[in-house]
């Protein structure tokens, strides 16, 4: 599997900046956060992430200045850029990707588009780092076919379970609470109740594991549940 690619969100408004976190996180990237230009420039040259999410307006130095310095350096000068501002003018968005923005996201935004197009920034720089492929233990997940694989036998999942089985493999281990995956997998706008969870579990395991195979979800008593580490280096 590929290694994760390294996000670097660079926005002074909180809840925004913890929106974007969740949602790269859950997609399996791994992600840091600063709030101001100038620090954001420190952390670049301190170690160069995979892509940056650029606000446009900040404290310390401004994303187009910001911008402009990353592509100057010749160890920067390839770093993929998405620009998010609240400027939707043709002139400024044409300023943007002059100053070297690989591509421009106005807000406000919808959050999968915005994950569609890191993605597919990703993929068009560094297609090594997007993994189309989960393994674990003898499961294999193809997140482009949505097709499951266990021992070598297709599995049939329903959209939700596919979700739910794809959102627990991307972190082995770490216990998720009930309200964690609704967020994760039904997202933060649906009103489902946290039973609701329970039972996709239920399916889930019922569809992996026939034949009694070990199940690899493990239920975390007053918690949540878990993909079991101990399962992934079987």
């Known amino acids: 599997m590929a290694m994760n690619a390294k996000v670097l969100i660079v926005e002074d408004e909180e809840p925004l900046t913890l929106l974007l976190r969740y949602n790269l996180e ?14 954001a420039e420190t952390r670049i040259l301190e170690g160069t992430p995979d892509l940056v999410l650029l606000d446009w307006m900040l404290p310390g130095i401004s994303g187009i200045e910001l911008c402009r310095r990353i592509r100057s350096r010749p160890e920067t000068n390839g770093l993929p850029v998405i620009m998010l501002t609240a400027r939707g003018e043709e002139t400024e968005r044409i300023r943007g990707l002059a100053t070297g923005a690989d591509d421009y996201v106005v807000k406000p935004f919808s959050i999968p588009e915005l994950m569609a197009r890191v993605k597919a920034l990703l993929r068009r720089i560094k297609p090594e780092l997007i993994a189309t492929i989960l393994n674990a233990g003898d499961i294999e997940l193809n997140r482009d076919t949505h097709r499951v694989r266990r021992a070598g036998r297709e599995i049939h999942l329903g959209p939700t379970e596919f979700r739910l089985l794809e959102f627990l493999m991307q972190s082995p281990g770490r216990v998720f609470t009930r309200e964690q995956l609704l967020d ?3 997202g933060r706008d649906v009103y489902v109740d946290e039973r609701t969870v329970d039972v996709h579990v239920g399916r889930l395991r019922k569809a992996i594991n026939r034949g009694r195979k070990p199940d690899p979800i493990r239920t975390v008593r007053g918690a949540g549940y878990a993909f079991n580490e101990q399962f992934v280096t079987a």
């Open 184 to 186: 994760g997998v039904w």
């Open 26 to 39: 859950s997609e399996g990237y791994d992600v840091e956060a600063v709030g101001r230009g100038d620090e």
